[in-house]
């Protein structure tokens, strides 16, 4: 069995036009070792000023989103690309308001949606539209892994989901560094994503599609600081498996 190939989506530190160098793709180390300890290999997929890339992404039996500041259309252009190919997509944190953001943008098109919508009315100012501040949910900021629990809260899991069957709990608890959420509003009868995991102060911490069959599950929490999310990561590489054979 061919080992399944995992696009890690890289995020962009925006420069300045006279300093080439202070524009560059990031990403967190932790998440390679998920996907290596899995039996997959990662490539890292990077869009130079954010200009998106296609070609690229046929390369790839599934992306994975990770945490970031910033929401450019190219990140957009990618889930469609999934979405449309039945590509696996696992999503953290900025993962999952990017598909809030991908959600806000098919509703305001009547959920009609294409490549040269993404790149024409999409930009980090469209933010405002679609994610809102909450409280509480960025305790410990900077982050320290030896003080991980003093950032955790509770998540309670829908049991009619993909996430309930993986870890097979009522809820979970979970660390939370971020600022912001997806509206209540973005997720509704037309979405082609549904919410299946809340907070207990009614943040949105997971979605998935509708679709059961194909796995596309983002969380707002950061599930790879803690091995006790592995089953998570397992679950998404053994649906690239099963897209690669």
């Given amino acids: ?14 420069g300045e036009d006279d300093r080439p160098y202070s524009d560059f793709i990031k990403f967190q180390s932790i998440y390679l070792k998920y996907i290596y300890s899995l039996n997959a290999i990662p490539l890292c997929l990077s869009f130079p000023y954010g200009k998106f890339y296609k070609e690229q992404l046929s390369l790839c039996d599934g992306f994975l989103f990770t945490g970031g500041s910033l929401i450019e259309s190219y990140q957009l252009e990618v889930l469609d690309y999934a979405i449309k190919n039945k590509k696996s997509v696992l999503a953290i944190c900025n993962g999952l308001q990017t598909i809030g953001a991908y959600e806000w ?17 999409f930009s980090s100012s469209n ?12 305790k410990l900021n900077p982050f320290y892994l030896s003080r991980i629990n ?22 979970i608890n979970e660390p ?4 912001w959420s997806v ?9 082609i994503f549904e919410v299946t995991g809340k907070s207990e102060d009614d943040i949105i911490e997971i979605v998935e599609l509708k679709n059961k069959k194909h796995f596309i599950i983002g969380v707002q929490f950061h599930i790879e600081l803690e091995s006790q999310n592995k089953c998570l990561f397992k679950s998404f590489i053994e649906s690239c498996k099963l897209e690669k054979n």
């Fill in 127 to 138: 933010e405002k539209y679609f994610l809102k501040k909450v409280s509480n949910h960025n």
């Fill in 176 to 179: 939370s560094l971020h600022e």
């Fill in 150 to 171: 003093e950032s955790k809260h509770k998540v309670i899991l829908n049991k009619n989901s993909n996430i309930y069957n993986i870890f097979k709990k009522d809820y």
């Fill in 1 to 14: 069995m061919k080992k399944p190939i995992i696009g890690i989506i890289t995020y962009r530190n925006i």
């Fill in 105 to 121: 943008l098919r509703k305001k098109f009547n959920y009609k949606i294409n490549n040269k919508k993404i790149e024409e009315f």
């Fill in 183 to 191: 509206e209540d509003n973005i997720f509704n009868e037309k979405s």
